[in-house]
């Protein structure tokens, strides 16, 4: 896994921005000084290598060190941008024995041309990167070359009509002048300000910090090193300095994947400046007669490095933050699902506990109120024996009502009772002939099934199944009974009747029998066609039958 150099916004963006706002006037002037020296001493190197005593160069650091380190203080810096660029054209004229008032005002155009070009730059880069490094997206690198780009082409528009305006360059350089100096200012923006952010970044304060951060690419910086330099200080352009060239990319791309952007913003400036050396002596893959071009297409190439390696870093980033995104997603759904299957387990158990509850009721309740029936069957028998003689018709006829009464209530509670039982007795689990049971139970109709001359039909060969022998017995002996006394025959029509039509009953039986299934972890139902008849339906929950000991 590559080191992860993401940034966080307490280590980035809002310190710098507090620091610059907060700083007080030393260390602001400080700042200006340093960054005027920097630039100075960089555009010193820079102008070295000038294309055709053009002050156009394609080797132009200063444009990333004024874009980067105004990023990182804001545009209070950029007068040192202004002083730096200022006086480093002015020693250049003096150089070339053409210090004047005219170069003077060259000079201090050139400068502004170069602070426009940090400000518009700066001003860009805080709205596009907001709190993310250069690399964080693929949507930030484009942004950042774009805005590299296009800032840079404000100062190369500036210099080249400043020299083209003031005699300094013939109308038909004005081309290639400002290709040359758009050329260098892009490079140098896309080699040193990723770098210097990524520095800002870490919030390293030491120099053993900053060799904690450097010690792990510190043997494929010098690899890398070794393979640049027979690359661009070969003394022959060979098939061979070609391939190597070639080769960099993907050796860099894997570097990248393993050590992460640090390899990345060390590496490319390192091979820029080996590129440079060897194309000035005239050796590597890009050597030519016109040692401008030649730089050109060294810089081009090592530019291409780092817009290739810097999307690489971006795509790296981006699948980090997506996996990372979605093991929070998991987590998140993980969660989610762990407490919701707590809930519907405590929901469970409470409705267990209720079931329970309900059950142990209605055991008490229909146990308990046995007696008092019984009490008042009794007490009404005896009202009948001992004052039957002194009793009118009338009530003797009421009293002969009541208990038929009190015989459907007991019939009630017995029902009551049986049906609590059902949920409360454990079942007997056995391998089943479902064939035996329907035919016990048929035997115990036999007499109902003759008297009512019912014709009994069985179409299919039950299967044996894992139940409790009892309870199923019931669940036929129910269904059967029901409908041996509600059948449509001609003499027997269905319609709404009283309690004691049809034998009478207490109504439960569906209620036991769907009680029995569910237990069985199956369910029931009936399928109803008017006029034609009714179907009662069951399944029983399929089980592993336990291992049997031969």
């Known amino acids: 896994m590559p080191p992860n150099n993401s940034l966080t916004p307490a280590m980035f963006f809002p310190s710098a921005i507090s620091a610059y706002r907060a700083s007080s006037l030393q260390t602001h002037l400080f700042r200006i000084v340093c960054l005027a020296l920097g630039y100075f001493f960089a555009a010193r190197l820079g102008l070295q290598l000038q294309f055709s005593a053009s002050q156009a160069t394609p080797v132009w650091l200063p444009s990333g060190i004024a874009i980067g380190v105004t990023f990182l203080f804001g545009v209070r810096v950029l007068p040192g941008v202004l002083v730096g660029a200022v006086v480093a054209n002015l020693v250049d004229f003096y150089s070339k024995g053409m ?103 870490q919030g390293l304060q030491s120099v053993s910090a900053y060799i904690r951060m450097f010690r792990p690419i510190f043997v494929p910086l010098m690899g890398l090193g070794l393979m640049s330099a027979l690359t661009f200080l070969w003394p022959e352009n060979s098939l061979l300095t070609i391939s190597q060239a070639c080769l960099l990319l993907p050796v860099l791309m894997l570097l990248t994947l393993r ?109 308990d109120l046995r007696e008092p029936l019984r009490g008042i069957q009794n007490l009404i028998a005896f009202l009948i024996e001992d004052h ?14 009541i208990s038929p009464v009190a015989d459907h209530l007991e019939s009630l509670v017995e029902t009551l009772l049986f049906y609590s039982r059902v949920g409360r007795t454990e079942m007997a689990m056995s391998m089943v002939d479902m064939n035996e ?23 299919i060969i039950l299967p044996q199944s894992y139940c409790d022998r009892a309870r199923i017995g019931e669940v036929f002996q129910n269904l059967l009974t029901n409908a041996l006394k509600y059948n449509d025959k001609p003499h027997r029509c269905r319609r709404l009747h009283s309690q004691e039509k049809f034998g009478g009953g207490t109504g439960a039986g569906m209620t036991i029998c769907q009680k029995i299934i569910e237990r069985h972890g199956g369910r029931i139902w009936i399928e109803s066609s008017p006029g034609i008849g009714s179907r009662f339906c069951f399944t029983l929950k399929a089980h592993e039958l336990p291992n049997r000991v031969a």
């Open 99 to 201: 210090l004047g008032s005219v170069s003077f005002i060259a000079a201090l155009l050139i400068g502004i041309g170069n602070t426009c070009e940090a400000w518009v730059a700066t001003v860009i880069l805080r709205r596009l990167l907001v709190e993310r490094f250069v690399s964080d997206s693929v949507s930030d690198i484009l942004g950042f070359v774009a805005t590299i780009g296009g800032a840079c082409l404000l100062s190369a528009g500036v210099g080249a009509l400043t020299l083209a305006t003031l005699g300094f360059l013939p109308q038909s350089m004005i081309p290639a002048v400002f290709f040359t100096w758009w050329i260098g200012d892009v490079i140098g923006g896309m080699l040193l300000v990723p770098g210097i952010l990524l520095l800002w970044s």
């Open 259 to 367: 050590f992460g952007r640090i390899l990345t913003v060390s590496a490319v400036p390192m091979i820029a400046l080996i590129a440079v050396l060897g194309t000035i002596r005239g050796a590597g893959p890009f050597a030519r007669e016109d040692s401008n071009s030649a730089l050109i297409l060294s810089l081009v190439f090592v530019s291409t490095l780092v817009f290739s390696l810097l999307l690489l870093d971006a795509i790296r980033h981006e699948a980090q933050c997506a996996a990372s995104n979605l093991e929070q997603v998991n987590a998140l759904l993980e969660q989610r699902v762990t407490d919701r299957t707590q809930q519907l387990e405590q929901a469970n158990s409470e409705l267990e506990r209720s079931n329970r509850d309900l059950d142990d009721f209605a055991y008490i309740a229909s146990h």
């Open 388 to 401: 039957g003689e002194e009793m009118s018709p009338e009530v003797r006829t009421r009293l002969n009502k």
């Open 437 to 459: 049971v329907v035919d016990r139970v048929l035997k115990s109709l036999a007499g109902c099934i003759a008297s009512d001359e019912i014709e009994i039909r069985r179409s």
